[in-house]
């Protein structure tokens, strides 16, 4: 068996904040994680369960209280750009065009004028925008401006793309056409990253575009079960993952009515 190179290494990491003097609320607990080139990783719980939180430890926006993190080796304690993120919000600049925004990542990696002109514009129409290279973002649908996150983030060429909920802001027929575009996009190597990790509330969608799903469970955040997807992604549709995504949700229904049992004081009826 070839050993796949792991990329990014999260080694028992926690995280607690301090809410007063008196209490610290912990959200992760000793959570450690290896993703692989190749590989496509979703986080999927309810919402609370920390997996925002997680995804800015890995990405270097946020301290972990405990616990490390390398991306090819590397420490992780600032962003670095070996990864880039894509916000449920867009995070876009709204006072730079598509095209400003597209480069804007691209100028902090000292290329001249010409190349960050051709990079960012290749990239624009790989991501499907061209045409609207001047628009700014209050021009723009939320399809749109999430096409422009993604192509900001492609554009500098991680090798780990972290998405947290990019499609949750969006209908179901404008997630679903860029979810499939950037699944093809990642099927046909248009793209450089070599892994992504997707935080999701939706069975559906972390079965369709991952290879594997981590359940997450709270209270506190923690990875309580793995699936893995072993179907082609090419021989995805609703149909084929029905059985899993009915495991999954199935396992999670579990775990809520758990929590809730745990949550509500025993009652005895005496007669
Ligand atoms: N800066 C902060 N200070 C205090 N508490 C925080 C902070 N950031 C997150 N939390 C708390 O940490 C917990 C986990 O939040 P987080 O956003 O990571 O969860 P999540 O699983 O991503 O939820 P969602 O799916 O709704 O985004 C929540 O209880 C939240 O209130």
Redesign the pocket.
Known sequence: MIDKKIILHAEHVS?S???NKNHN?Q??EDISLQVYEGEIVA?L????????????ILAGL?EASSGKVTCNGNVINAPSRDMSMVF?SFALMPWLSVFDNVAFGLEALNYSKEKIKSVAQAMIDMIGLAGYENSYPKELSGGMKQRVGLARALAVEPDILLL??PFSALDIYTAHKIKTDLTELWESRQIKTRSMII?T?NVEEAVIMSDRVLV?D?NP?RIAREFKIDIPRSERSKRSVLDLVEEISHHQHEQIAYAERKRKPHISLKK
């Open positions: 995280k904040f301090e809410i609320l959200v992760l986080f719980g309810k919402s609370g369960t920390g997996k925002s939180t997680f995804l800015r946020m449920q947290d909920e935080v509330h997450w709270s955040g």
